[in-house]
């Protein structure tokens, strides 16, 4: 059962434009959501995250929207550029009783192209 | 510089043939957990560390064993590897699951 769902494998986006990328999660118990990006040869590494308190977290380019009753969250990145070229894992973290995480749930990745 | 290193980064081995992936980092993170990375299915948690001698099973963890007698160390233990264990593995630690760095990776083949 997958808990973490990126519908879309791949997305090609030209430079300057927007890039959005969808993530969907069936597990009510998640309470934290992160972006990881990939670049090939690498390990991933953390982009943006977003509390469920909250509806929209930003940094810079990066904008990232949760909608807790569609279970839905998105990655938008304005303007694109194409060093954004990479893998972009949707993750989310299960609320525990002692508060903080134990355990991050990873979706299968979406590979974004951004073209000059 | 803190970093999450991995060695070694490729491995060719043979089916049977007992193998250990080190992982360290100097960060002093209690949280250290073990994915593997395969086309089409993501990165799929193995097994993760809450703390020293605290460890748990994630998603995949049939065929591993792992161990944490030290904070900085999480080695990934594979008793007797098999061709389905080929895949690419990464190392990571943070103070909480949410807060995950990740090391290099660890390709590794299976014959």
């Known amino acids: 059962d997958q808990q973490v769902k990126q519908n879309s494998p791949s997305l090609s986006v030209q430079e300057g434009r927007i890039s959005i990328l969808n993530c969907d999660y069936t597990n009510s118990m998640f309470d934290y959501f992160l972006w990881y990006k990939k670049y090939p040869a690498e390990g991933p590494t953390f982009l943006i995250s977003i509390s469920s308190i909250k509806d929209k977290n930003e940094d810079g380019r990066f904008t990232v929207f949760l909608n807790k009753s569609a279970k839905h969250l998105s990655l938008h990145i304005v303007p694109s550029q194409p060093g954004d070229s990479a893998v972009y894992f949707c993750?989310?973290?299960?609320?525990?009783?002692?508060?903080?995480?134990?355990?991050?749930?990873f979706g299968k990745g979406t590979k974004l192209t951004v073209n000059p | 510089e803190a970093q999450v290193t991995q060695n070694p980064r490729y491995l060719i081995t043979v089916t049977g043939k007992k193998l250990t992936v080190t992982c360290s980092q100097n960060?002093?993170?209690?949280?250290m957990s073990w994915y593997r990375q395969d086309p089409g299915l993501g990165l799929r948690q193995i097994y993760y560390?809450?703390?020293?001698?605290?460890?748990d099973k994630g998603d995949v963890p049939e065929g591993y064993k792992v161990s944490r007698k030290e904070k900085r160390n999480f080695p990934l233990i594979l008793e007797s590897p098999s061709p389905n264990q080929t895949s690419l593995y990464f190392c990571a630690s943070g103070r909480e699951a949410d807060t995950q760095y990740f090391g290099p990776g660890t390709r590794l083949t299976v014959l």
């Open positions: 993750a989310a973290s299960p609320a525990t009783d002692r508060g903080g995480s134990e355990k991050l749930v």
């Open positions: 560390s809450m703390n020293v001698e605290v460890t």
């Open positions: 960060m002093n993170h209690e949280y």
